[in-house]
């Protein structure tokens, strides 16, 4: 709430109230009566009368404080905003596949790179909050987790859920390509974008990278392709004859080619993550890239409160005339 005066300069009449007061309070502008003693006068009881005809002073004083006010203009004023934006419309689509388990990324030992990678993507869709954004999880075959949404709420929900061996194991990476596009296609947005996040080599799927990556061209969607994972042997947990997890080293390669290509035929860019804290400046670097241009428009509405202060300072006023012309406005000079 905003609260100013139109006309503020009549608000210096209030230097004339305490003149005001004054000249009402002199004993010259009283009328007298001439005693030949007051000694007799003070005698007398003071009635009930005389105690409140100071008071008197104070409610026209009051009377023409609102008044004042009221010639001033009093307003009331609600700040509005309006945002305009150029839209982005984004799939983040992450690998599910059971190297994902491998522990390399996180930022303790039992954290895997699919922990890592839902740490770092929250962030991302936190720092978005005027883009609608999908998640599109795949290993051997794609799932669409959440339509485009604004609902970033409900969006980090669906990520949170995100496990490995919940799909046929294996790495579809040009399906996955080809199921996010399909997802922008028929967006409105003014930019499209993918963000394509795995650790592996393409094992699985129908269609070729390469193929799937020639597709984003003609609807303008730009991909931005991510190879996570260290280069060296890493922590993978697996299951003895006991039950037991236990870990062993190996060594996960990552087709880097391929996602540089597909990278570089979408207009997108590649980025290699080899630990935790590279994870989380690609990101920072992608939303860096696909900014959104946010203009507002802010104005405020206001709304006129002089009548509430003229009617009060009115009634005031006449409340001070008429107790003024009554016993209440009668003392003893």
């Known amino acids: 709430m905003i609260l100013r005066f139109a006309h503020p300069w009549f608000l210096l009449l209030w230097c004339l109230i305490p003149l005001w007061v004054w000249s009402r309070n002199a004993k010259r502008f ?3 009566l001439n005693f030949p003693s007051g000694a007799t006068l003070k005698k007398l009881p003071v009635t009930a009368a005389q105690r409140f005809h100071p008071f008197l002073h104070l409610i026209g004083a009051l009377a023409w404080i609102l008044l004042i006010l009221a010639l001033a203009r009093p307003q009331s004023g609600l700040r509005q905003r309006s945002v305009t934006s150029d839209t982005i419309d984004i799939v983040l ?10 522990i390399d990324l996180g930022a303790t030992d039992d954290e895997n790179r699919l922990d890592a ?3 770092v993507a929250e962030k991302f869709i936190e720092t978005r909050k005027m883009d609608r954004i999908s998640l599109l999880s795949f290993a051997g075959l794609p799932y669409t987790k959440s339509p485009l949404t604004l609902d970033h709420g409900w969006l980090t929900n669906r990520l949170r859920e995100l ?5 046929p194991d294996g790495t579809a990476i040009g399906s996955a390509v080809v199921s996010g596009i399909n997802r922008l296609r028929d967006s409105e947005a003014e930019t499209k974008i993918m963000v394509l996040l795995t650790d592996g080599i393409n094992t699985r799927g129908e269609i070729d990278p390469i193929d799937a990556a020639k597709l984003s061209v003609d609807p303008g969607i730009k991909i931005y392709t991510i190879g996570a994972g260290s280069d060296g042997p890493v922590r993978m947990p697996v299951r003895s004859f006991m039950g037991k997890t236990i870990y062993n080293r190996e060594k996960l390669p990552i087709d880097t080619e391929t996602l540089q290509q597909i990278a570089d035929i979408s207009g997108g860019r590649f980025f290699r993550a080899r630990d935790g804290k590279e994870l989380d400046e ?3 670097e992608i939303d860096k890239l696909e900014r959104t241009e946010i203009e507002l428009d802010e104005y405020t509405l206001y709304t006129e409160q002089f009548l509430w202060f003229a009617v009060a300072g009115l009634a005031l006023l006449l409340t001070e005339r008429l107790l003024s012309a009554s016993r209440f406005g009668r003392t003893l000079a």
């Open 30 to 32: 009283h009328q007298k």
């Open 93 to 102: 689509a992450i690998d599910t596949s059971t190297s994902m388990r491998a």
């Open 117 to 119: 990678v839902k740490i």
């Open 163 to 167: 496990r490995t061996g919940e799909l």
């Open 282 to 284: 690609v990101f920072q």
